[in-house]
């Protein structure tokens, strides 16, 4: 008998298609053989499309399977088996799902703790330059006033030398001419 899994599984089409697919294939691969679940849910499918009710199906299936060594105990057993396929296949889903949630999900959230620190890192080496430069800059306009207020006081000064220096020469002077007529 064919087995058509989608069928036993998905027969309103609702499931994740991917999904779907991989779980089917995982059963394919470790389908046991003989008549077991699988081809016992198989032929309650095909009496349910002639119409027969669930209870006259599992009893005519189960009828025809018995002749081929199928019981209530190995067929319990097989779907238990199947069972523990499934199990199987999530542990191994969720294992790969941790390492896809590690490499794609937790790595980017330490990233994006690490970008912030330095972002942080950064805005206050931006705020220590700001401050800095700010100093500088006030330094420079200060500078600017003393030197103006410094050569303001050095133009003055030398003024007032020049002033002092020339009435000191003129009197000299002057003294010198009152010496040269009044001493012969």
């Given amino acids: 008998m ?10 309103q089409n609702i499931l994740d298609k991917k999904s779907l697919e991989f779980l089917i294939k995982a059963i394919e691969k470790n389908n046991q053989s003989g008549f077991d679940y699988l081809e016992f849910k198989q032929a309650l499918i095909r009496l349910h499309k002639m119409d027969v009710d669930t209870p006259t199906a599992i009893m005519s299936a189960f009828a ?27 542990k191994q889903f969720n294992t790969a799902l941790d390492k896809q ?3 794609k999900v937790h ?22 330059l700001t401050s800095e430069l700010n100093e500088v800059n006030e330094k ?11 050569r303001i006081k050095i133009e003055e000064t030398s003024e007032r030398f020049g002033q002092t220096l020339n009435s000191l020469t003129k009197r000299i002077e002057t003294d010198v001419e009152l010496f040269k007529s009044q001493l012969s």
């Fill in 107 to 128: 790595s980017r959230e330490k990233q994006k703790t690490s970008l912030l620190s330095k972002k942080e890192a950064f805005e206050k080496k931006i705020q220590t």
């Fill in 101 to 103: 949630m590690d490499a």
């Fill in 2 to 11: 064919n087995i058509n899994l989608k069928e036993i599984f998905d027969d």
């Fill in 140 to 150: 420079l306009t200060n500078i600017d006033k003393e030197a103006e207020a410094a």
């Fill in 64 to 90: 025809t399977a018995s002749t081929v060594g199928l019981t209530k105990g190995s067929l319990l057993e097989s779907a238990n088996y199947y069972l523990n396929v499934l199990k199987e296949e999530y």
